[in-house]
């Protein structure tokens, strides 16, 4: 082999190396997980803190001291029960106000989220203040959930958990599938779109701030870690051979077009900072073309997840009607 030729192999063989190298860390800063909620106090639901931080939007808008007391949950159960996804137990906080109403499954947002940090917990409260009966569940890899290895799987997998808790309880606790919805926030809005379009016995589904599909929303991750969009095919590849997963195997579109007339509630803060607005705004788009019973509230100048404790009543107000309407005694 010449000596240009021998050059230009090693500049190739660099280039293969380090584009695989990037791609590694770009999987291993989104699906690699300890599975720490990281949480400042050890929340409860009887007993939760928020950790607003300076410079936070929450912060900015005078809510660093916001009053967890309100929205305590003094009676609640902890309860475990099987995923759908063999060998794998789902932890869950259950609180039953009247069998007779709604029951809805909280799912948290990624990694380090899981069902004691704040949003879960004052969503649970909303929904009890209301006289809904909830169950807030740990997603697997997450919190107290089984702990099957060190990556999480986009909602992939994972939606198989809540379908485990919409079977838990239609069994064990004995309610009607006409009962039971889903609330999902950020990356548990994408799990529970995919819960809703794979059981079709689930009437109505509340998404906040979910991305459309991980194609559209991975553009935009590769812009935020500045790498151009061809990483996708590296990242591709080694996400289904590290991770064992096809990121967009399921996707929020299959809530749309597999819905059959069923309820979706979708919001969304305009000035997200984490999934772009573009996301939802393309979401409502697709539902005008969808046969699906659907909902939107956009509010401005709100980041991500923040609504629920800028305009707490509002949010609480607006779920309580949709989960009246669309599920039944």
Partial sequence: MSAPLRYVTRFVGFCALLYSL????????????????RLTHPNLPNNWEISIHPGSTLYQAGLQNFDTKKWETPHYQQVYFPSRKSNITIS???TEVNPKAPVIIISHGIKPNCKAHSEPMLISALLTQSGMNVLNIDLQNYGDSTHVDSFIRLGQHEYLDILGAFDWL?????YATSQVGLVGLSLGAVTSAIAFSQEPDIEAVWLDSPFIDFSTMFTFELQRYNLPSFFRYGVYFLADLIVGI???????????SLADGRAIFLTQGIADSRIPVSQGETFVELAQRSNVEF???FIP???HLDAMFLYPYTYQAKMTAFFTKYLHP
């Avoid at 096809?246 to 749309?256: K, Q």
Wanted: proline residues 2%; negative net charge; hydrophobic residues 35%.
């Fill in 295 to 297: 909902s939107h509230w």
């Fill in 92 to 94: 869950g906080w259950y």
């Fill in 301 to 303: 100048e709100t980041d």
């Fill in 246 to 256: 096809r990121p967009d195997e399921f996707t929020c579109r299959d809530a749309l």
């Fill in 22 to 37: 990037l791609c590694l860390i770009f999987i291993l800063r989104v699906a690699y997980t300890d599975h720490h909620c």
């Fill in 170 to 174: 239609t069994t064990a606790k004995g």
